[in-house]
Structure formats: C-alpha cells, structure tokens
C-alpha cells in the first residue's frame, strides 16, 4: 500500500523559507511511472497545483510561484521536498504532496496534508 | 494556462437525486481530464480519471463523461456520504489547474 506523509514546521515567518518533505512508503520514487507533486490549499479555498518533479530530476513549477519554488528528489530516504522562499501571509495553507500517474496525469495518492501558517 | 471552469459553485439536493457538475476547459485537453471528491476538512480523493475511467473502490454510481472542452461528473443516486466539494483537474499540460470546485449540500 503506497502512501505518502508530510513534514515540516507548521509556522514560518514573514520573508523566510517555507521547507517540507514528503516521504514516501510502498513506492519507490525513483519509478519510471510517476511524478510527485505539491498542491496546496488555502482555508476555504480552492485547491492550486505548486509542482511536480521525476525521477530524472526534471520539474515543471506553477509559473504564478516559479520564482520562489524548488522541489527537489532524496532518492536514498525515498523522499521529495518543497522549498518555497520569501513568504508572505498568502502562503498560508494545507499543502499536501501526491503521486501523479503520468498518463493520464491523475493525482491518484495524496498525503494527509500539514498546515502551515506564515505569521 | 488551461483555465478549468466548473457549475454550478454550488448545488443543494436530497438523497437519492441524481446530480450533474459541469467542467469546461478553455482549450481542448482530449480526455486528460480527472476528478476528485474532497469531504469537509478531508484529503482529496480521485474519483475519475481520463474523463471517464472510474478509480478502483468509487462506486457505480458516480459516471464521467465529455471530452475536448466540456466533461461532466454525474452520481446518479446521491448518498449522504456524497455530500463534499468536487474539483476537475486538467492533466493535459503544465501547470496543472483546478476547477474552483462544486460544493454539493444537503438539501
């Protein structure tokens, strides 16, 4: 049974660098079959698609949040990660990571979700 | 970007009626359509994917159709554990994008 889990610090400071990572179990991340992405999903809100990364490192970023992104691969610890720099209170959000299928691209395995509040 | 529109924003229906949510994409995306169910404070869940083929574990009764620019989802006997927000999400091309979602609520 693949399944992810978030973490990271659930508050972060005006200006500084939001940091999370995803780690993965029941999957190796270095498949050929699949991305893994970040979305997250302000209060009440929407849900707003960050980034995805493969195994070959490639990623493609949001290019509302390109600027300030990287998701990086930490195949040893089966693990990916998420910086995101100079926040401000609109990052404020659950930000979940997922397994993306490739073809046809679904989000098929979600993590829980973490909260994170930039205050 | 593919701007992804979904109707109604909301709906409110009764159990064991037959609902219609709608999905409109501002370019043609083939069948790189999918969608999710998301309960109150809950993980989204996939329900279809590629416009019309149902996840392993969702139930008969939820239906996608559409292809090109329009889709739709369609539960076609509400169950009070259908009560959620639905999104639509383009998997045709990068940055992936989110209708804004239809809330579905108890009548």
């Known amino acids: 049974q693949v399944q992810l889990q978030e973490s990271g610090p659930g508050l972060v400071k005006p200006s500084q660098t939001l940091s999370l990572t995803c780690t993965v179990s029941?999957?190796?991340?270095?498949?050929?079959?699949?991305?893994w992405s970040w979305i997250r999903q302000p209060a009440g809100k929407g849900l707003e698609w960050i980034g995805r990364i493969y195994n070959s490192g490639i990623s493609n970023y949001n290019p509302s949040l390109k600027s300030r992104v990287t998701i990086s691969l930490h195949t040893s610890k089966n693990q990916f990660s998420l910086k995101l720099n100079s926040v401000t209170a609109a990052d404020t959000a659950v930000y979940f990571c997922a397994r993306d299928d490739w073809d046809p691209g679904a989000l098929d395995i979600w993590g829980q979700g973490t909260m994170v509040t930039v205050s | 970007d593919i701007q992804m529109t979904q109707s109604p924003s909301s709906l409110s229906a009764s159990v064991g009626d037959r609902v219609t949510i709608t999905c409109r994409a501002s370019?043609?995306?083939?069948?790189?359509l999918n969608w999710y169910q998301q309960r109150s404070g809950k993980v989204p869940r996939l329900l279809i994917s590629?416009?019309?083929s149902l996840q392993s574990g969702v139930p008969s009764r939820f239906t996608g159709s559409g292809s090109e620019t329009d889709f739709t989802l369609t539960i076609s006997s509400l169950q009070p554990e259908d009560f959620a927000t639905y999104y639509c999400?383009?998997?045709?091309?990068?940055?992936?994008?989110f209708g804004q979602g239809t809330k579905v609520e108890i009548k």
């Open positions: 999400q383009q998997s045709y091309s990068t940055p992936r994008t």
């Open positions: 029941g999957a190796s991340i270095s498949s050929d079959s699949y991305f």
């Open positions: 370019q043609s995306i083939s069948s790189y």
């Open positions: 590629g416009a019309s």
